[in-house]
């Protein structure tokens, strides 16, 4: 037992990380790159069609997840530009995307 509870004291810190990736940065890169297909953002900027979903509407899946977006960027798709992103802007588009449910 004492050892499960020396466990979980250790554990706690790791879960309780906040995820990488700078929100306002990422709104300045779907700005630049993902707004002339996507709204990304409520009330703009964005196309006026619907021919590419809402960033607030992906935010909104129950299937996204910071995973499942760092796998959708990484995944080249039909109808979408291959941008080549590092890292660090992938985690800036994530933490936007993310910071759009709330």
Not at 53 to 65: E, G, H, K, L, Q
């Amino acid at each position: 037992m004492r050892y499960l509870v020396l466990f979980c004291m250790l554990a706690a810190p790791a879960l309780a990380q906040p995820e990488p990736g700078d929100a306002q940065a990422g709104r300045g890169l779907a700005a630049n790159w993902c707004a002339h297909c996507h709204r990304i953002a409520p009330g703009g900027p964005g196309p006026a069609t619907d021919a590419a979903a809402a960033f607030t509407a992906i935010a909104a899946m129950p299937s996204t997840t910071s995973m499942s977006l760092r796998v959708f960027l990484q995944t080249p798709h039909a109808g979408m530009p291959n941008y080549h992103l590092t890292r660090e802007q992938r985690d800036d588009l994530v933490a936007y995307l993310l910071s759009l449910r709330r």
